[in-house]
């Protein structure tokens, strides 16, 4: 007599986690307050904050994720305060 045949056991796949949309803002510090919308037609992303009403608006491409939106926010902030920082700590001529 033969051994029965055996099939492969088939292994689910595990679903893909889900991205934040709701993020914590960087101006006036309420948690999930920071909502990332996107409108593929216009190419523009927009990240807003329903707390403090502040806005950064940004053009996207098909690839775009809201966390990238929110990503792009925080360096041009941190941009913008390094070069004030830098204006600060320049050397005086005597």
Same mark, same amino acid.
């Given at each position: 007599?033969?051994?029965?045949? %055996?099939?492969?056991? =088939? =292994? $689910?796949?595990?679903?893909? $986690?889900?991205?934040? =949309?709701?993020? %914590?803002? $960087?101006?006036?510090?309420?948690?999930?307050?920071?909502?990332?919308?996107?409108?593929?037609?216009?190419? %523009?992303?927009?990240? +807003?904050?329903?707390?403090?009403?502040?806005? +950064?608006?940004?053009?996207?491409?098909?690839? %775009?994720? $809201?966390?990238?939106? +929110?990503?792009?926010?925080?360096?041009?902030?941190?941009? =913008?305060?390094?070069?004030?920082?830098?204006?600060?700590?320049?050397?005086?001529?005597?």
């Amino acid at each position: 007599m033969g051994k029965r045949k %055996t099939r492969p056991k =088939v =292994v $689910p796949k595990k679903p893909q $986690p889900k991205l934040d =949309v709701s993020f %914590t803002c $960087p101006f006036c510090n309420h948690d999930k307050s920071i909502d990332c919308s996107m409108d593929m037609k216009l190419k %523009t992303g927009e990240a +807003y904050c329903r707390a403090c009403k502040a806005i +950064y608006i940004t053009s996207i491409n098909h690839l %775009t994720e $809201p966390i990238d939106i +929110y990503s792009e926010w925080l360096d041009e902030c941190e941009r =913008v305060n390094g070069s004030e920082d830098n204006s600060r700590k320049r050397p005086r001529s005597a």
